[in-house]
């Protein structure tokens, strides 16, 4: 049996169509609504306890924030993203991840460092147990915390619009075979270059590691280096 998630706490966190906002987010978060899949204005009011009002307020909040598709007469969808629209969402998350690692660099901390660490150490023995739907929000939540950590909050604030958007494509990308063991390497990585205290070495980890995310969800492989160029003939 679901059980309705309108608790007190929840209602002095949010309006009632931002708790509709969120209990629609944490479906698609959890890979419970994926991308195509129909919401059931009436569900999700009866889930919730309260009118069909805010829902509909919810799904047009949720429209313009690029996550739903509403259709007249036929209602509310779960939108399904382009390839040229995942590598946009992609390209902008690149450059806000750049900018992170060059901000937090010259100023983490050991104790952020040891935090980190014990994160990527969580999300490793949940991965290795095999237990997908535990991992994917550690996952999340370790890279939310570096832009927490680089401690710009407008920047926080697209990172998270982007991320959002991109809960879309989860399916697509993060359960492909040998996924998880190249994404640690490049968390331990990130890790490593935090830890020199170097701008570039720690903007140029995360930069990587989002754009080898992006080739893992595609399914292309990552580009070859350019061949040097050969010597002209006599």
């Not at 739903?68 to 390209?91: M, P």
Request: proline share 6%; hydrophobic share 45%.
């Amino acid at each position: 049996m679901v059980t309705p998630i309108g608790t007190l706490n929840l209602l002095r966190s949010f309006t009632v169509p931002g708790l509709v906002q969120e209990e629609i987010l944490r479906r698609i978060r959890s890979g419970e609504a994926q991308a195509g899949a129909k919401l059931n204005e009436v569900d999700l009011a009866s889930h919730l306890q309260i009118s069909r009002s805010p829902v509909r307020e919810a799904f047009r909040a949720l429209e313009e924030a690029g996550l739903l598709h509403l259709e007249k007469n036929r209602g509310a969808f779960i939108r399904q993203l382009s390839d040229a629209e995942t590598r946009e969402l992609y390209q902008v998350r690149s450059m806000i991840d750049e900018t992170v690692g060059r901000l937090l660099a010259p100023v983490v901390t050991l104790q952020q460092l040891q935090e980190l660490t014990e994160a990527l150490d969580q999300l490793e023995a949940t991965s290795t147990d095999g237990d997908a739907t535990a991992a994917f929000p550690l996952n999340i939540a370790f890279h939310d915390r570096l832009v927490e950590m680089a401690d710009n909050a407008t920047m926080l604030a697209m990172y998270r619009q982007v991320i959002n958007r991109m809960h879309l494509l989860r399916p697509r990308g993060f359960l492909l075979a040998g996924s998880s063991a190249a994404s640690h390497a490049e968390h331990r990585q990130i890790l490593r270059a935090l830890a020199t205290r170097d701008p570039a070495a720690a903007a140029a980890a995360l930069r990587d590691h989002v754009w080898n995310g992006f080739h893992r969800t595609v399914g292309a492989p990552p580009p070859s280096p350019a061949p040097e160029p050969s010597e002209p003939a006599p």
